[in-house]
């Protein structure tokens, strides 16, 4: 069992209280990197998703059209063109879709998780660093 900080020297506090608030900017530096690369992560899986919707529309339409052409009875230059225009889209499709990056919500969410336990060990550690404060003579 520790002892209690009251029963510390004074000595002995100072140096708490200096490895204490070294933790708790170390806690805080990693909180500020990790909660950015999470933004960033986000902010680029939501323009990936807006964009694979997009191409997914764009395929979708260009089928649609492609299969009124045929049932039209259009010439077959006009069905050859609007095929190729699928093949195009799908093809963008396919490129697009290889994403090793990709975040998933339930991934998000546990990175979020440990941010804020990170952050609940700098709330602790700050409080204790206002303990060790108020059992130090007033300088």
Do not use: C, W
Not at 25 to 45: F, G, M, P, T, Y
Not at 115 to 121: A, F, H, P, T, V
């Amino acid at each position: 069992m520790t002892k209690p900080l009251n029963e510390l020297t004074t000595a002995q506090l100072e140096n708490l209280k200096i490895r204490f608030k070294s933790i708790v900017l170390n806690h805080q530096a990693e909180i500020n990197r990790r909660q950015l690369r999470l933004d960033n992560r986000v902010e680029r899986q939501t323009v990936a998703n807006e964009v694979l919707v997009a191409l997914e529309d764009k395929l979708a339409k260009s089928v649609v059209v492609r299969d009124e052409l045929i049932n039209a009875g259009a010439s077959a230059a006009s069905i050859v063109t609007a095929t190729e225009l699928v093949a195009s889209n799908q093809a963008a499709l396919d490129e697009y879709d290889v994403n090793p990056s990709f975040l998933s919500e339930e991934d998000a969410q546990i990175e979020q998780a440990e941010i804020d336990e990170l952050e609940q060990g700098r709330i602790l550690r700050e409080t204790k660093v206002a303990d060790i404060e108020s059992l130090l003579p007033a300088a």
